[in-house]
């Protein structure tokens, strides 16, 4: 992804947030993580999210999606001592489909990304709104999609070590070098 | 507390919440919880707030305050293993003076709780508007006021065991029972 890629993405964030009375201040917006994945496609697969604080005991994180963005299926797995990251999604506006592990949900509001069907493999669907939650344990493989008008995500979690999560798609690197215009 | 008054307090906090867009599910709304301390002077000294998830891991809280209403100074001791609630605070809206220890802010800009004067003993202000946070290391004495609109406040923090906080004024309970009318 490029750097100009990145700024817009960054801008319509702050935009989406600022909409929904969620303040960020200047330093933090230049923080925003617009995380791609590595797969080019960032309005298909792709996030956006701003740490507020991720410390040895707790983390806090915004999320966005834009419409019908998807990130991608993925698991956080144990490392050293930690059992593995355990994570509370909290829809703050708009539509979340959200797929984990167990009995696949059938007609599935979601729409798999085209040409990466094979790495999607859980269907069990939770369908968040504002308001609604949901908690998910260590090691469970998730995806998730907005619906057609994106939405906002409120991410309470233990600690958060993005660089060590397992994707199903092979060819996802969570951490991309940024291209310089 | 009477009931009456809970519930009073409650639909308030809701509607607050709901004003700046923060969605409550109708079950939350009635799980708020209205902490007078005891003290029979809740808009003076109190606090609202709905525990999101509170986990042996991690914690997620809203505050609310009611226009210059004080949460008393407290602090979170170790507990077992657990070295003490270590907690962030993140101003959503409104204004927030927040009171650690440290050297002590001349002039600060809380009204100390009229009567209740000798429990005050930390004055370093820490000022928070919107998208400004801080987070209180375990066993830091710390109280905080919001200034003349209310303030509402996000907490993240590491597991909350509110029964064993430590409050300076010996007369506050921090779960005391509520009168039905």
Chains 1, 2 share one sequence.
């Not at 925003?32 to 983390?59: H, K, M, P, S, W």
């Not at 939650?133 to 998730?142: C, E, L, N, R, S």
């Amino acid at each position: 992804m490029k750097r100009s890629e990145v700024v817009l993405a960054q801008k319509r964030t702050a935009d989406i947030l600022q909409q929904n009375s969620i303040v960020l201040t200047e330093d933090e917006i230049g923080r925003i993580e617009v995380a791609g994945f590595g797969l080019n496609e960032l309005q298909v697969q792709g996030l956006e999210l701003i740490t507020y604080i991720n410390t040895d005991r707790y983390c806090a994180k915004e999320l966005v999606l834009f419409p019908r963005q998807t990130c991608p299926e993925h698991s956080h797995p144990p490392i050293g001592d930690d059992p593995g990251k355990t994570e509370t999604f909290r829809c703050r506006s708009g539509r979340v489909f959200l797929y984990v592990e167990g009995e696949a949900t059938s007609d599935i509001q979601a729409q798999v990304p085209v040409g990466s069907e094979s790495y999607y493999t859980v269907f069990h669907q939770i369908e968040l709104l504002p308001g609604q939650q949901y908690t998910i344990q260590p090691g469970i493989k998730h995806w998730f999609q907005s619906g057609d008008q994106g939405a906002i995500v409120s991410e309470f979690s233990s600690t958060s070590r993005d660089e060590y999560d397992i994707f199903t798609d092979p060819r996802i690197e969570r951490m991309p070098v940024i291209q310089e215009d």
